[in-house]
């Protein structure tokens, strides 16, 4: 039993909501902190001046980022998530302020998709389920996923289950990093000046980059032309990455053969938008990561992080706020 007076213990402030529901399981450290839910301006505004931590549960939210002067208080925020794109502004950037974020509880469950939707491809899945809704039986022959190659782009604790995932297929990965450098995981990671060589070789290239101001617009019409007419694109990362349009007339004119998406620039995705109707595209909302437990996965990171905050031990996965990502190679929780 705590028996510090109410008032001494640090705020935390939880913004939004995740899958339509509020945090899971915080109810343990209620005697410990004082918990304030918000979900819009307004409220955020009136409870960030006395905040210590902040939980960004929805971590799409940008109320933070655009509130940034109230937090007079705030040192700490865990982002809900892996992107941390909604925290990159300069006034966060200059603070002391301490972001975290949920690497490692999504590695497995977005291998797991993109090998799925590798697979929808190569095993042309799509065709079979489009024959079956008109209950016609047409026999063919499919693609083997193995000795295909696909670059990954981004080898963080994601891309490094990604490339574990596809080796087990078969799949020769070629990861893409920042800069060159041998890699326990990858053999020899390559360098983000480099991608543009490797697009060629390429039958999947795989997208898992945190969005920065380096990685904006990554893919437009020249990535999507180096690329063999039979490549197909998979993108888990952000919408932004990608310059949509030219995605679309690079399919449309069948530069590349499909394209696997989890994200677009606006979400969800307009209705009427070209890439809802395209035979050879898989639209996915936003899901990859969100396996059946996810919630509870985030929200327990969360309370471990704030139970080291408690006792003055490290956080763990402190964000580069000038990089956007948790740098190092992340421990090796897959087995
Ligand atoms: C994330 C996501 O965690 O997009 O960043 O799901």
Do not use: C
């Amino acid at each position: 039993m705590n028996t510090q007076p109410a008032d001494a213990y640090p705020t935390v402030v939880v913004i939004g909501e995740l899958g339509g529901q509020r945090p899971p399981g915080l109810g343990g450290i209620s005697d410990r902190v004082l918990l304030r839910y918000v979900d819009s301006g307004p409220e955020l505004e009136s409870a960030l001046p006395e905040a210590e931590i902040a939980l960004l549960w929805d971590f799409r939210s940008r109320l933070l980022g655009g509130s940034f002067h109230s937090a007079k208080a705030l040192r700490w925020v865990h982002v809900a998530g892996a992107g941390v794109d909604a925290l990159l502004t300069d006034e966060f950037a200059a603070s002391d302020v301490v972001i975290t974020n949920a690497r490692g509880v999504f590695d497995r469950s977005m291998a797991e998709t993109v090998a799925a939707m590798m697979l929808m491809f190569a095993k042309d899945m799509l065709t079979t389920i489009h024959l079956q809704t008109r209950e016609k039986w047409l026999h063919r022959e499919t693609e083997m996923l193995a000795d295909q190659t696909a670059v990954v782009v981004g080898a963080g604790g994601i891309g490094r289950a990604v490339n574990k995932t596809l080796r087990s297929l078969g799949v020769d990965v070629i990861g893409v990093a920042t800069v060159e450098r041998p890699d326990p995981d990858f053999g020899l990671l390559r360098s983000i000046d480099q991608l543009n060589a490797l697009l060629p070789d390429a039958d999947f290239v795989v997208v898992i980059l945190p969005l920065t101001e380096l990685t904006r617009g990554l893919f437009g019409a020249e990535q999507f032309m180096l690329m063999k007419p039979t490549a197909r694109f998979i993108n888990v990362g952000r919408g932004e990455l990608v310059d949509e349009d030219a995605l679309v007339t690079a399919l449309r004119s069948s530069e590349i053969a499909g394209a696997a998406l989890d994200v677009f620039r606006t979400e969800p995705l307009p209705p009427g938008h070209p890439l809802w109707g395209m035979p050879n595209v898989i639209v996915s909302p936003h899901m990859s990561a969100d396996f059946h437990g996810w919630l509870e996965a985030l929200s327990g990171q969360f309370v471990d992080n704030l139970e080291r905050w408690l006792t003055g031990e490290p956080l763990l996965n402190v964000v580069d706020k000038t990089r956007g990502y948790v740098p190092g190679i992340p421990e090796r929780r897959n087995p």
